[in-house]
């Protein structure tokens, strides 16, 4: 009786072993950050899975930190001042290229629209600025793709109107960029 006993107790030392072992590996595993983009495909909404980088440094952070505070800056509008902090936001933040593309995709849809109804737009981030790819020499790429949703709010006089939309933002860091966080907007897609 005693060898089963001696015999259970090692089984039962080798397999707590085995599930710290396991533990540890679990715990010292880096975390997976995964990110989903809705997308229409024949009508029928469908999850996208987006790529988003593994890990994040200091860079990443402040350029988050950037974005957060850009986008609702440059996005969100007033009846009175479309016009000057959209001249303000595409010198500032964008590059001659993308400022164009800012000004005629949203800004010039987005006037007539304001001033008709005398309404204001208010853009915010449910959800922090994802970092899908970075800065790499190997690729010869200078430039971070990011994605973001954003939700808005165009509100009349007795009606506010929600909606939903994805941005896509290529952003070089620049020593000599306009504004004193060095990002530049060199590309969008909305």
């Not at 710290?20 to 229409?40: D, G, L």
């Not at 737009?121 to 990011?146: C, H, Q, T």
């Not at 941005?167 to 070089?172: C, H, N, R, Y």
């Amino acid at each position: 009786m005693k060898h089963y006993f001696t015999a259970a107790s090692l089984v039962f030392i080798l397999l707590s072993w085995v599930a710290v072992i396991a533990m540890n590996s679990f715990i010292t595993q880096e975390p997976e950050r995964i990110a989903v983009m809705r997308m229409k495909d024949n009508g029928r909404d469908k999850l996208k899975r987006v790529p988003v980088r593994s890990t994040a440094s200091l860079t990443d952070q402040k350029l988050i930190n950037w974005l957060e505070k850009t986008i609702p800056t440059c996005f969100s509008f007033t009846v009175v001042n479309i016009t000057s902090k959209s001249e303000y936001c595409s010198s500032n933040y964008f590059q001659t290229s993308a400022a164009r593309a800012y000004r005629n995709n949203y800004i010039n849809e987005l006037e007539p629209l304001l001033t008709s109804k005398g309404a204001n737009i208010y853009v915010g981030l449910p959800y922090s600025p994802i970092i899908m790819s970075s800065p790499s020499r190997e690729k010869k790429r200078f430039y971070y793709v990011v994605y973001a949703q954003t939700i808005s709010s165009l509100v009349e006089r007795k009606t506010t109107s929600p909606s939903s939309r994805g941005i896509t933002l290529w952003i070089a860091p620049q020593k000599h960029a306009k504004n004193p966080n060095q990002f530049t907007i060199i590309g969008i897609r909305m």
